[in-house]
């Protein structure tokens, strides 16, 4: 039986994999060998050119000290300002009137009285 990888984004987390690795400083030689897996393999993972099982992501995320649900995700849910780094990433690619309709509804949504 065949499973489907539905909703994977494989690419992307072979990117946070390969964006993790080399904040460590680490080579993909470096690695491979701490999750004993050959280069090439953990190149495909980063390219995304291939599945990782879930054992295998526990690894590399515990090789690289980060958490499985971050290397996954993207997130780490137990940091409550996750929301407030993605806000401040959407709000930096808006335009100041961009910005100010959105302050704009924010406030709205939160209640706050125009002044």
């Known amino acids: 039986m065949e499973i489907v ?5 494989f690419k992307l987390i072979g990117q946070r994999i390969k964006e993790a690795r080399a904040k460590k400083g680490w080579s993909q030689e ?10 090439a ?15 295998r992501l526990g ?7 980060m958490p499985l649900e971050e290397l996954i995700t993207g997130v780490v849910v137990e ?5 407030d780094r993605e806000f401040a990433d959407l709000l930096s690619q808006c335009s100041k009137d961009k910005q ?12 706050v009285k125009f002044v």
């Open 5 to 9: 990888d539905a909703n994977i984004d």
């Open 30 to 39: 470096k690695l491979a060998e701490t999750i004993d897996v050959a280069v």
């Open 41 to 55: 393999f953990l190149s495909r993972v980063e390219r995304g050119g291939t599945t990782v099982n879930l054992k």
């Open 59 to 65: 690894q590399i995320a515990t090789a690289l000290d």
């Open 79 to 83: 940091d409550n300002r996750y929301l």
């Open 100 to 111: 100010r309709l959105i302050y704009n509804i924010a406030k709205i949504v939160a209640g």
